[in-house]
């Protein structure tokens, strides 16, 4: 089996900083692509940050800037350094990895979710 486990959420002061970690277990895989995504009470699911096993990345308007992803390949794992926190960075995060095994077949894979409250 496949799994995403994250770590690193929880409450923080707006300006605050925190980083997140995922890790994948039970897997061999290089994922062609791992990042985050979150979602806020009710809203939409949305990327905040990936990275494809080459290094290119992608960031939300919203977050340029101010976080960080980085990926290390070898440990299937993937962080998302978060500065100049603000409220509207409020979510639940998830860790995200997408594996291309052929033509016809890629999978998505999720971990379960961490909270980040940034609040004063």
């Known amino acids: 089996q496949v799994q995403l486990v994250e770590s690193g959420g929880g409450l923080v002061q707006p300006g605050g900083s925190l980083r997140l970690s995922c890790a994948a277990s039970?897997?061999?895989?290089?994922?062609?692509?791992m990042g985050w995504y979150r979602q806020a009470p009710g809203k939409e699911r949305e990327l905040v940050a990936d990275?494809?096993?080459?290094?290119?990345?992608n960031y939300a308007d919203s977050v340029k800037g101010r976080f960080t992803i980085s990926r290390d390949n070898a440990k299937n794992a993937v962080s998302l350094e978060m500065n100049s926190l603000k409220p509207e960075d409020t979510a639940v995060y998830y860790c995200?990895?997408?594996?291309?095994?052929?033509?016809?077949?890629?999978?998505?894979?999720w971990g379960q979710g961490t909270q980040v409250t940034v609040s004063p």
């Open positions: 039970g897997s061999i895989l290089n994922f062609n692509t």
């Open positions: 990275m494809t096993s080459g290094g290119r990345t």
């Open positions: 995200y990895a997408k594996y291309i095994y052929n033509v016809i077949s890629v999978r998505d894979y």
